[in-house]
């Protein structure tokens, strides 16, 4: 089995910043495409950003030039850097994860338990 574990959310003023971190752990092998996601209150959940294995990134237009996503493979954990942070990116936060599991070599994608993110006008 295969756990992430989010952190770093909280409540700031618009034009603060945030770091959220998740950790992956458990049974695995690699670890390819992670990402973040976030759902709003009434709201599907949207995809925030995308880091690749190779570290080939995407983002939302939304955020664009204002948030930033990278990874430490070392520590199976991947970041996202929120600058200038808005009201309307308030939203759950949730990480995922495709991994490549250690004893079946086969790839399941993964979802962290979420972590709150409010912005303050």
């Known amino acids: 089995q295969v756990q992430l574990v989010e952190s770093g959310g909280g409540l700031v003023q618009a034009g603060n910043s945030l770091k959220l971190s998740c950790a992956a752990s458990g049974s695995i092998f690699t670890i390819n495409t992670m990402g973040w996601y976030r759902q709003a209150p009434g709201k599907q959940r949207e995809l925030v950003a995308l880091?690749?294995?190779?570290?080939?990134?995407n983002y939302a237009d939304s955020v664009k030039g204002r948030f930033t996503i990278s990874r430490d493979n070392a520590w199976n954990t991947v970041y996202l850097q929120m600058n200038n942070l808005k009201p309307e990116d308030t939203a759950v936060y949730y990480c995922?994860?495709?991994?490549?599991?250690?004893?079946?070599?086969?790839?399941?994608?993964?979802w962290g338990q979420g972590t709150q993110v409010t912005v303050s006008s």
């Open positions: 880091i690749t294995g190779r570290s080939s990134t």
């Open positions: 995922n994860a495709e991994v490549q599991q250690t004893a079946t070599r086969a790839t399941y994608a993964y």
